[in-house]
């Protein structure tokens, strides 16, 4: 069975300091990856997402950056966080489909709750 | 631009109540539909999505979903609630032509259920 595993489930930083927060699938191959952030009455907010490895795309201008080692890997970053950086990040992953067909859906992560003091 | 609009950020209700939560949006072609739920301290789950056919959906612990293409809705309801329905709850909408996956969620529903 599929699974995703998203570590730490919590983290307290300093301004300025690096972030890497890491998602793994396991269970499947070739699967279509994203980083969301999660605000408070804000919904969920796309920042990445990949669709192979080394292929990363960008919905938001921000201080974050993300990278895709592996084909089941995918790895959010920042070289200095920023106050604004705080929030709740969930990875999420999705089969490959053809374009017009059904999705099936995200299968997410139990999310990091990242706090930029 | 595509957005989805989610009516009630707060609803606070009595066991046994009946729910509805609204979900509106605003893409032009064919759409996914779904929503998705959050227990305390839980990952996302999927509640229940629409694909095409029957408007009325049916998901788990007695959830449904009604899609009302004219009024470009997808309302959540629940006839009896309980008290571990305590969750927040996102609607998300995907286009049929998108190749890569992007959902576009609602700002969320925060749902209180009293004993």
């Known amino acids: 069975s599929q699974t995703i595993h998203q570590w730490p489930a919590t983290l307290v930083q300093p301004v300025g300091s690096p972030l890497s927060l890491e998602c793994t699938v396991e269970g499947t191959s070739n699967p279509n990856l994203y980083w969301y952030r999660q605000a408070a009455g804000r919904g969920l907010q796309l920042l990445f997402y990949?669709?192979?490895?080394?292929?990363i795309s960008s919905e938001v201008p921000q201080n974050l950056s993300a990278s895709r080692p592996q084909d089941r890997q995918f790895i959010l970053s920042s070289k200095k966080l920023l106050l604004s950086d705080s929030g709740f990040y969930l990875c999420?992953?999705?089969?490959?489909?053809?374009?017009?067909?059904?999705?099936?859906?995200?299968?997410f992560g139990s999310g990091t709750r990242l706090t930029v003091v | 631009a595509q957005s989805v609009s989610q009516h009630n950020h707060h609803v606070i209700l009595s066991e046994a109540a009946s729910l509805e939560l609204g979900c509106n949006y605003s893409?032009?072609?064919?759409?996914?539909l779904f929503w998705y739920v959050q227990y305390p301290g839980q990952h996302l789950q999927l509640l229940l999505k629409?694909?095409?056919?029957?408007?009325l959906v049916k998901g788990i612990k007695g959830f449904e979903a009604e899609f009302i293409k004219s009024k470009f809705s997808f309302n959540l309801r629940k006839p009896s609630v309980q008290w571990s329905d305590t969750a927040e709850y996102f609607c998300?909408?995907?286009?049929?032509?998108?190749?890569?996956?992007?959902?576009?969620f609602g700002a969320g529903t925060q749902v209180v259920v009293t004993p």
């Open positions: 629409y694909f095409s056919g029957d408007p």
């Open positions: 999420a992953w999705s089969n490959r489909r053809d374009r017009g067909s059904p999705h099936r859906g995200y299968t």
């Open positions: 893409y032009g072609g064919t759409v996914n």
């Open positions: 998300a909408v995907i286009m049929t032509t998108d190749s890569w996956g992007k959902f576009q």
């Open positions: 990949s669709v192979g490895i080394g292929q």
